[in-house]
T-cell receptor, first 112, second 114 residues
Framework: IAGITQAPTSQILAAGRRMTLRCTQD?????MYWYRQDLGLGLRLIHY???????GKGEVPDGYSVSRANTDDFPLTLASAVPSQTSVYFC???????????FGPGTRLTVL | AQSVTQLGSHVSVSEGALVLLRCNYS??????LFWYVQYPNQGLQLLLKYTTGATLVKGINGFEAEFKKSETSFHLTKPSAHMSDAAEYFC????????????FGTGTKLQVIP
């Protein structure tokens, strides 16, 4: 059982470039989430999706977009990366109506 | 609105000593409370949670936490620290039913000294 996979593991990106972080889960969870983790700030929710075909904005959505074409995949796109988006990004999922989230291993992104 | 405060970004304990990681929350509705653990270069994993019922909850690896409504606290404890407990610990709160509205604390990094 893989759970949640994220790709790439790490990436260095030039400012202004477009980047898509991939997230796939095999648990058939309805809800998926994207967080960024920054030192001293904990985890902050970027976007979420309660079910395939729907998405919502979290605490820090600016500069990011998501899509949820199917249950398993929830990619996060940075249309034009900026240095302040340097962070570790975590994807998570949960079953609809439950409260426990399951996290992927993270993607470390550096924007220069 | 809800918030979580974790007192102490770094905590050091000797191996075998009591572990106490503090978490205080604010929530306008009855909250669900969580502790997650993050080992180096890994994602978060659930340690324990309180939703309803017994206020003392037990989790994995010998950890437990007690929900104290009067003190708005959910401190994490373990009687005897092991070297393998070295990790970062996050307290989190969600309003009951608001599953996407989770708020994480800023984390406490636990160091265990041999």
């Amino acid at each position: 059982i893989a759970g949640i996979t994220q790709a790439p593991t790490s990436q260095i990106l030039a400012a202004g470039r477009r980047m898509t972080l991939r997230c796939t889960q095999d648990m058939r969870h309805n809800a998926m989430y994207w967080y960024r983790q920054d030192l001293g700030l904990g985890l902050r929710l970027i976007h979420y999706s309660n079910t395939a075909g729907t998405t919502g904005k979290g605490e820090v959505p600016d500069g990011y977009s998501v899509s949820r074409a199917n249950t398993d995949d929830f990619p996060l796109t940075l249309a034009s990366a900026v240095p302040s988006q340097t962070s570790v990004y975590f994807c998570a999922s949960s079953d609809a109506g439950t409260d426990t989230q399951y996290f992927g291993p993270g993607t470390r992104l550096t924007v220069l | 609105a809800q918030s979580v405060t974790q007192l102490g970004s770094h905590v050091s304990v000797s191996e075998g000593a009591l572990v106490l990681l503090r978490c205080n929350y604010s929530s306008s509705v009855p909250p669900y409370l969580f502790w997650y653990v993050q080992y180096p270069n890994q994602g978060l994993q659930l340690l324990l949670k309180y939703t309803t019922g017994a206020t003392l909850v037990k989790g994995i690896n010998g950890f437990e936490a007690e929900f104290k409504k009067s003190e708005t606290s959910f401190h994490l404890t373990k009687p005897s620290a092991h070297m393998s407990d070295a990790a970062e610990y996050f307290c989190a709160v969600i309003p009951s039913g608001g599953y996407q509205k989770v708020t994480f604390g800023t984390g406490t990094k636990l160091q265990v000294i041999p």
